[in-house]
């Protein structure tokens, strides 16, 4: 099993409509989760992270985390064309360990 | 502004050459990273530095070493490449307890 593992799509959303991206992991002592969007030909860049249970809401973001079932997901409410990307789940283990882990990456395209 | 800087965009190595990539960071970030990664499987990691001379391995260390003899500089060395090492390598740096990890431009590495 994957230690972090998301659907690599692609996931195609009408303009304005709500994108939701998934992500589960192995690890149950993980504390810290992160959202990057990747542009084609980009380097990564951070777009959101969690730490509690419950959501996150930034702008048009919401980041959902539980433990208990070990699932984040990505909300993208109003999706416009400017959001179409790959996005990529990272999680970090623990308080102490640096190292960060990432899944495959959703690409998800916003057709106008 | 941030910056994290991979010594070259694109390389082209023969079989069996010896290979240095290099990264350099400017935020005084006492972590860094080396990832690739390939369509399908994301971004894996390969190494990771915590301080200066202090290495970890990541999840495909195989066929890779590291050096980090300054706090800014990360080099990864392909001891003698191989065609399945042909990638795209991404270079990251985060502080210790940091929530971004910050990318490099990335070197796309052809070996031929």
């Known amino acids: 099993q994957k230690e972090v593992e998301q659907n690599s799509g692609p996931l195609s959303v009408p303009e304005g409509a709500i994108a939701s991206l998934n992500c589960t992991y192995s690890d149950r002592g993980s504390q810290s989760f992160f959202w990057y969007r990747q542009y084609s030909g980009k380097s990564p860049e951070l777009i959101m992270f969690?730490?509690?249970?419950g959501d996150k809401e930034d702008g048009r973001f919401t980041a959902q985390l539980n433990k208990a079932s070990q699932y984040v997901s990505l909300l993208i409410r109003d999706s416009q064309p400017s959001d179409s990307a790959t996005y990529l789940c990272a999680v970090r283990s623990n308080f102490g360990n640096e190292k960060l882990t990432f899944g495959t990456g959703t690409r998800l395209t916003i057709i106008p | 502004d941030v910056k994290v800087t991979q010594s070259s965009r694109y390389l082209v190595k023969r079989t069996g050459e010896k290979v240095f990539l290099e990264c350099v960071q400017d935020?005084?970030?006492?972590?860094m990273f080396w990832y690739r990664q390939d369509p399908g499987l994301g971004l894996r990691l390969i190494y990771f530095?915590?301080?200066?001379?202090?290495?970890e391995k990541g999840d495909i260390p195989e066929g890779y070493s590291v050096s980090r003899e300054k706090k800014e500089r990360f080099s990864l060395i392909l001891e003698s490449a191989s065609t399945n090492q042909t990638s795209m390598y991404l270079c990251a740096s985060r502080t210790t307890g940091g929530t971004e990890a910050f990318f490099g431009q990335g070197t796309r590495l052809t070996v031929v």
């Open positions: 935020m005084d970030h006492e972590n």
């Open positions: 530095s915590y301080d200066v001379k202090m290495k």
């Open positions: 969690i730490y509690s249970n």
